[in-house]
Nanobody
Framework: QLQLVESGGGLVQPGGSLRLSCAAS????????IGWFRQAPGKEREGVSC????????FYLDSVKGRFTISRDNAKSTVYLQMNSLKPEDTAVYYC????????????????????WGQGTQVTVSS
């Protein structure tokens, strides 16, 4: 069974850090671009960051540039999202998704391009 499982969410104070993990089971991530998306209550889902399969090219939502870093460890079939300087507006359920493609591209604007999704992990930034 092909699965993505997120972990690492939690409650953190403004200015704090969290590292989210997205672990794949049932398949390897080598030929997949991976995206991180988030959805806050009452808001539409938005793409936060993604990393390509071929040369690990990365893309970020403007509001997280300089604060979030995406990385991947194909040997562990895991992708990470390091989140620093967290703000209350980063509060959301964070999802990872995998898109089968061997390229330097990934997609933040269209979640429908992704083939597999995790169940999500809650991130709450509050004092």
């Amino acid at each position: 069974q092909l699965q993505l499982v997120e972990s690492g969410g939690g409650l953190v104070q403004p200015g704090g850090s969290l590292r989210l993990s997205c672990a794949a089971s049932g398949f390897t991530l080598d030929y997949y671009a991976i995206g991180w998306f988030r959805q806050a209550p009452g808001k539409e889902r938005e793409g936060v960051s993604c990393i390509s399969s071929k040369e690990r090219t990365t893309f970020y939502l403007d509001s997280v540039k300089g604060r979030f870093t995406i990385s991947r460890d194909n040997a562990k079939s895991t992708v990470y999202l390091q989140m620093n300087s967290l703000k209350p507006e980063d509060t959301a359920v964070y999802y990872c998704a995998a898109m089968r493609t061997w390229s330097n591209l990934c997609v933040l604007s269209n979640g429908g391009a992704y083939d597999y999704w995790g169940q999500g992990t809650q991130v709450t930034v509050s004092s």
